[in-house]
């Protein structure tokens, strides 16, 4: 099993994201440079948060155009499991592995903190580990992390269950108060049709070791890390 | 072109100046000299008028591994682990343009750190603004009119976000520091931004040219016209004119900052970097002759490989540039092409631009000429140095407790008896600017990248924790402006007392300071007498805490239309916690644990917030503190927490005794708010106090909170004994309220959620409403 760690000019969760599928999981984990295009040799794919290309022009728009998401295209498509947190999950939705988009938060100002989130489906590769209806405590650190999309893409995302984790209060109610963004029917995190593309803009690196007072996103890499244990299982 | 007065005039050079100039050329400069001496002399480049007197700050200790003089300090946390950290102004470009302003300084001092190889692992920042909140003190004083609070607000918005774009997308955390208001910094802000590092001791490069004929090396950004005269801008006061200058702010690009970051790093590793130095101040003129002059050999470049944004520059516009996130490498020999295909594999400029020459010289070419030549001596040693007049004024001595009773009984025939008037005090306190939650701040900058943010923003001292081994490390920004302004010497002391003061309520054994000076004018007599002062009490405790100062920088001239700032010398201090066990917070954790205060409390109610948020003033006697009680108190602690023995620990200063209850009540990261039921009758009598209006606001220094379990109490009470420190049990925590009563008399009585909430929304509350319209 081999994870990989894409890093973009301005990526800066790269080392976070690698610190906890080492240490933390204690898995092997590369870095990919966004000009890698090969990523055979990988079985999930993790896309860090950060800054990519500053995000000058839109978050996201420049990194998608780099070789190593040409490569991710056909990885995914070929069941690979591959992960966006934050500017990874942005990246994620401009390339069109994703729907919708990210827009600036509705306080027009970066926001990080410790956020609730409620665990809509536990079914998942990325979230086999938690229960359903589960709340977590994991932070956010964004500017533009105000989810949207069209009405028939939301109608799609919540009739297909698509809709993984979504902001809520500390009891798992869903309200405006604790929706840290404006991010529409709160969503803090989607998936692709097939379930191996999750973009998510909290970060559960953040929050997986109990030094850093919160190990409520560790579940959530230690499931991803049975999954491809399951699926190299069934490829051999 | 003639050198007029005029011309020197506009470059801040003095006769006087000038012809020193002439004889240490022997030769009239040309014009793109003049502009680089005018650089590398202004106060902001030279310490002129400082140095004589930073000479006397203890500068050695046995952690230390690099002093001032470099690009940043470095003191040794051992297994191999070395961390570089510094403090920086940016105050003058803050005021011009707050956004850029502020982001900028962010950049400064981070390349400061990784210049030296070391990955910057940590930020703070010191701010200060003029008022932000609308208000009447009583009915016989005005009205703060609205223009300036509008304006303060309008700057602080825009440089905490400055700092967050900046550290947000560079991505490092920013983690701690302090935010204060005062009617002195209304035209003067304060910006001081501080940076940590981590480096490997073998890894640590130094801002040297060694080794005649090595290639020298362009890196980064390129040149452009912005920024020039930055130095001398920032060497000079304002006048109604200060927006003029506008262009001679920086821009900053944390995206490009980043690339430099991973670039000068991975070169670093390869072992083709002779030495490096950042190009900030003064840019490619400072980075080049202080190369030069710190390897004892010259540089020679030409100015026509130097890539620029903009065409027909002169060499007097490139020498001057600040354009940020550019680097001067020298590389080893046979190594350019290798170093010069890591920049460009993170798409950065890399060009060899000239050479180092065994000349003590600075020599420019430009277009086939000789476009300057001076001797890095002329630009760095041989700068002037001036002992300017000082004249002492009178430290304020006045009682201010007469003033507070007055306002206190004024305030009690306005409300109810119904809670005790010291509730409503309280109340006021913890929602005054100074004291209340700066979570409106630290919410905008990213304080977890890096995943090692151990301690979030709010405690005491920041903390973060060092992967690679079981140490943590703690670090705190202080200084009250308004004790230096009344007592320039006990302000000093006291500022790094606090500092040591709130790192070891971390659980940290105080290590090391950076300090960043901000003064007025030093062409002011009694302004250089206030800097003298400082320097001195400054010295005295950083000797008394055996840390010392690793470097910083001294910002003069903060001053605009004649009217300048406190004198505020802001501490950083750097404390390790050799085992991260031993990381304290200052939240109180369980019911039933019993509260206890070190240290004394005294009558000490001058300069205090209790007395500015009261009347308005800034008066009275500043507390005066005992160094040896300072540290048997500090010692105390941390013993105590070493042993186990402590739940919580909070420094208790400003807003006194109350304050600090209040503060360790309030919720934290999933920690929900806890009461405390308080009896201060033990207390009173062990110092000798009975004055309920000083044993709750009075800000004497020496005393910490702690909160322990009870089984623990015997033995903190014998550590505190034999280190002859006084130890009482003030009361326990438990339930939703915090009350406190003296000698049976119930003096406050509150729910603490409700005082929490006029803590936290304080400066929301100002900062993101609209502006009310004047009437009319």
Not at chain 1, 176 to 192: F, H, K, L, M, R
Not at chain 2, 701 to 711: A, C, D, Y
């Amino acid at each position: 099993m081999k994870f990989g760690v894409v890093i973009f000019p301005g990526s800066n969760c790269d080392h976070d994201a690698y610190h906890v599928v080492s240490k933390v999981i204690g898995q092997p984990v590369d870095f990919i440079w966004h000009k890698d295009e090969e990523i055979d040799r990988y079985d999930a794919i993790i896309l860090p948060g950060g800054f990519s290309y500053g995000d000058y022009l839109r978050t996201g728009a420049i990194a998608r155009f780099s070789p190593v998401m040409k490569a991710l295209k056909d990885f995914v498509r070929d069941g690979g499991l591959a992960l966006g947190i934050c500017n990874g999950f942005q990246i994620l939705c401009e390339a069109g592995l994703l729907p919708g988009a990210l827009l600036r938060n509705r306080s027009l100002k970066y926001v990080c903190e410790h956020v609730n989130i409620r665990v809509e489906r536990a079914d998942t590769p990325f979230t086999r580990g938690y229960r359903q209806g589960q709340v977590l405590s994991i932070p956010v650190a964004h500017g533009e992390g105000n989810y949207f999309c069209d009405a028939a893409t939301l109608a799609e995302l919540e009739s297909q269950n698509r809709i993984i984790f979504r902001y809520c209060d500390a009891s798992g109610a869903v309200t405006d108060e604790s929706n840290p963004n404006g991010s529409i029917n709160s969503i803090a995190g989607i998936t692709n049709r097939e379930g191996n593309v999750l973009g998510m803009m909290p970060h559960p690196e953040r929050a997986s070791e109990s030094a850093l007072g919160c190990k409520d996103g560790r579940a959530l890499f230690l499931s991803m890390a049975e999954s491809l244990r399951e699926m190299i299982k069934l490829r051999a | 072109m003639t050198i007029t007065t005029e011309i020197l005039d506009q470059h801040n050079i003095t006769p006087e100046e000038y012809e020193r100039i002439k004889q240490l050329m022997g030769r009239e400069p040309n014009f793109t000299e003049l502009g680089i001496f005018s650089v590398m002399w202004s106060e902001h480049c030279s310490y002129k008028s400082s140095k004589v007197h930073l000479r006397r700050l203890p500068t050695e200790g046995i952690c230390l591994v690099q002093g001032p003089g470099e690009n940043a300090g470095i003191v040794d946390i051992g297994d191999g682990w070395c961390v570089a950290f510094k403090i920086e102004s940016h105050n003058h470009p803050s005021f011009i343009e707050p956004y850029q302003g502020a982001a900028t300084g962010v950049g400064g001092i981070l390349r400061d750190i990784f210049t030296m190889g070391a990955r910057p692992v940590a930020a703070m920042n010191s701010l200060r603004f003029g008022p932000i909140k609308e208000e009447v003190v009583d009915d016989s004083r005005e009205q703060t009119s609205s223009q300036p609070v509008a304006r303060n607000r309008r700057i602080m918005a825009g440089v905490v976000k400055g700092i967050g774009d900046y550290g947000n997308a560079f991505g490092v955390p920013t983690i701690g520091g302090e935010v204060a208001f005062d009617d002195c910094y209304s035209l003067n802000p304060l910006v001081n931004a501080f940076a940590l590092g981590l480096v490997r001791r073998e890894q640590i490069f130094y801002g040297k040219a060694e080794g005649i004929g090595n290639s020298v090396i362009y890196v980064g950004a390129k040149t452009g016209r912005d920024g020039i005269h930055g130095a001398t801008m920032a060497s000079a006061e304002f006048d109604e004119a200060a927006m003029e200058k506008r262009p001679t702010v920086q821009v900053g690009d944390p995206f490009a900052e980043k690339l430099l970051l991973e670039a000068c790093l991975e070169a670093m590793r390869s072992g083709a970097i002779v030495g490096i130095q950042d190009m900030g101040a003064a840019g490619l003129t400072s980075s080049s002759c202080e190369m030069g002059a710190r390897g004892g050999a010259g540089l020679e470049i030409n100015l026509d490989l130097v890539p620029q944004r903009e065409t027909g520059m002169t060499a007097y516009e490139m020498m001057l540039s600040e354009s940020q996130e550019r680097m001067l490498i020298v590389a080893a020999r046979g190594h350019e092409r290798q170093l010069m295909e890591i920049f460009h594999r993170w798409d950065l400029d890399a060009v060899i631009i000239g050479h180092v020459i065994a000349e003590e010289k600075l020599r420019v070419l430009h277009q086939g000429e000789l476009a300057a030549e001076i001797p890095n001596k002329a630009l760095t040693d041989e700068a002037p140095r001036y002992n300017r007049p000082q004249q002492p004024f009178d430290v304020a001595t006045e009682d201010a407790k007469p003033k507070i009773e007055a306002a206190i009984s004024n305030l009690k025939s306005q409300i109810a008896d119904e809670p005790p008037v010291f509730t409503e005090i309280l109340r006021r306190l913890v929602a005054s600017p100074n004291l209340a939650s700066k979570e409106w701040v630290y919410r905008q900058y990213d304080h977890m990248v890096r995943t090692n943010t151990v301690v979030l923003p709010g405690s005491d001292a920041a903390v973060i924790r060092v992967k690679e081994t079981r140490r943590n490390l703690a670090m705190s920004l202080d200084c009250n402006g308004r004790y230096c302004h009344l007592n320039p010497r006990e302000g000093a002391r006291q500022a790094v007392a606090e500092a040591a003061r709130n790192v070891v309520c971390s659980g940290a054994r105080p290590l090391a300071v950076t300090n960043c000076l901000n003064f007025a004018s030093p062409e002011r007599p009694e302004v250089m007498w206030a800097f003298s002062e400082t320097i001195d009490g400054m010295a005295e405790a950083c000797r008394a805490f055996n840390t010392p100062v690793t470097g910083g920088n001294v910002s003069f001239y903060n001053e605009t239309e004649g009217r300048g700032v406190y004198p505020t010398p802001v501490i950083g201090m750097l404390g390790l916690i050799e085992d991260a066990k031993d990381t304290t917070t200052q939240w109180f954790k369980d019911a039933g644990d019993v509260i206890v205060l070190l240290g004394v409390t005294q009558n000490d109610l001058g300069a205090s917030e209790l007395l500015s948020v009261m009347t308005g003033e800034v008066s009275g006697a500043v507390p005066r503190l005992d160094l040896d009680a300072e540290k048997a108190v500090q010692e105390v602690c941390l013993k105590a927490i070493q042993e186990g023995l402590i739940n919580s620990a909070h420094d208790c200063s400003d807003g006194g005794l109350a304050v600090a209850l209040a503060e360790s009540c309030f919720s934290s990261y999933r920690r929900p708010a806890i009461g405390a039921r308080i009896d201060l009758t033990g207390h009173a009598k062990l110092s000798a106090l009975n004055d309920a209006t000083a044993l709750l606001f009075a800000e004497s220094p020496s005393r910490i909170i702690l909160s322990l379990k009870p089984e623990h109490l015997a033995e903190v009470k014998n550590i505190a004994q034999e280190a002859g420190v006084v130890c009482a049990v003030i009361g326990e925590i438990g339930g939703e309220e915090l009350s406190v009563v003296c000698d049976g008399v119930k003096l406050i009585a509150t729910a603490v959620a409700s005082l929490e909430e006029a803590w936290r929304n304080a400066l929301p509350s100002n900062l993101d409403r609209p502006m009310q319209m004047a009437a009319g």
